[in-house]
């Protein structure tokens, strides 16, 4: 088996490849590889990190996550562009692909986590790193919440008709797109300090049990109504496994503890 588990942990390959189909698909990859070009790109819907024992990637377009063993996975990294460090010289080229390195590449190329064509990324760092400055705890001084409120409810309602009515693959695109055309370098952690106050005073009122996801996605469209656009960021942990989102400014968590939001590895930023 070659590695690869689903983020509940159940493995997901069971079946060994056949020899004709291992040397056919090990001449292609060595091909692809001659010169020391890359053969794999991520997808464009895929997110990778490395924590200390595994390799995890974020499909966007099914809302999952994937747990690789991290030795399996740096053995794949020769082969994948933005990975030159890595990659392997002239003479390894000419050697036989690991099978267990071959099963893993084309079962993700299978699940559409990689691509040989153009259209995907180079493997490499989510562009936010772990934050050291946090908004929490909550500001005293909270005078404006009540003039808020509308703009709250809003962003509230649109948070949740977004994560019952779209994929997580289209609200990353939504978002990144907004992003791309409203966003100013004009950001102000004061501004959005008590912003983020007002939120949090509000937040009971809005009947919706407390999940990052919504909570998060929710802060980012009250703060768009401001004419600020932060990160959503996306982080996983090891043993056991969590998923967790934030939101986030440059080096500075708007919804999080330093603390907490450290323990995880960003995998995703929007």
């Known amino acids: 088996m ?3 588990v ?27 590889a001659a010169d020391g070009a890359a053969a794999y790109h ?13 390799w995890y990637v974020l499909d966007i377009e099914h809302d999952s996550y994937l747990r690789i063993d991290g030795a399996l996975f740096d053995s794949l990294l020769p082969l994948m562009q933005g990975c030159d460090r890595l990659a ?15 099963e893993l590449a084309l079962q993700l190329e299978l699940r559409g986590i990689l691509t040989t064509t153009g259209a995907g990324r ?52 939504r978002l990144r797109e907004r992003k791309q055309v409203r966003a100013t370098a004009d950001f102000s952690l004061v501004r959005a300090a008590q912003l983020v106050a007002s939120f949090d005073a509000l937040r009971p009122f809005y009947p919706r049990d407390y999940l ?9 469209e009250f703060l768009a109504l401001y004419r600020l656009y932060p990160d959503w960021v996306f982080g996983v942990t090891d043993d056991p496994f969590q998923a967790h989102c934030w939101v986030q400014y440059g080096d500075c968590a708007l919804n999080e503890s330093i603390e907490f939001a450290s323990a995880y590895t960003p995998i995703m930023a929007v």
């Open 42 to 54: 991520l997808s464009s819907s895929a997110f990778a990190c490395r924590t200390p024992r595994s």
């Open 122 to 173: 180079p493997v490499s760092a989510s562009a936010v790193g772990i934050p050291v400055q946090s908004l929490l705890p909550k500001s005293r001084v909270n005078p404006t919440w009540v003039t808020c409120a509308g703009a709250f409810f809003l962003a509230c309602i649109r948070a949740d008709r977004a994560l019952k009515n779209r994929t997580l693959a289209e609200n990353v695109r």
């Open 212 to 220: 990052c996801l919504f909570d998060s996605l929710a802060l980012i």
């Open 2 to 4: 070659c590695g690869l």
């Open 6 to 32: 689903s983020a509940h942990r159940r493995p997901v390959l069971k079946n060994r490849m056949p020899p004709a189909l291992q040397a056919i698909a090990a001449q292609a990859l060595a091909a692809s």
């Open 88 to 102: 392997r010289s002239r003479d390894d080229v000419s050697r036989p692909v690991p099978e267990s390195t071959l």
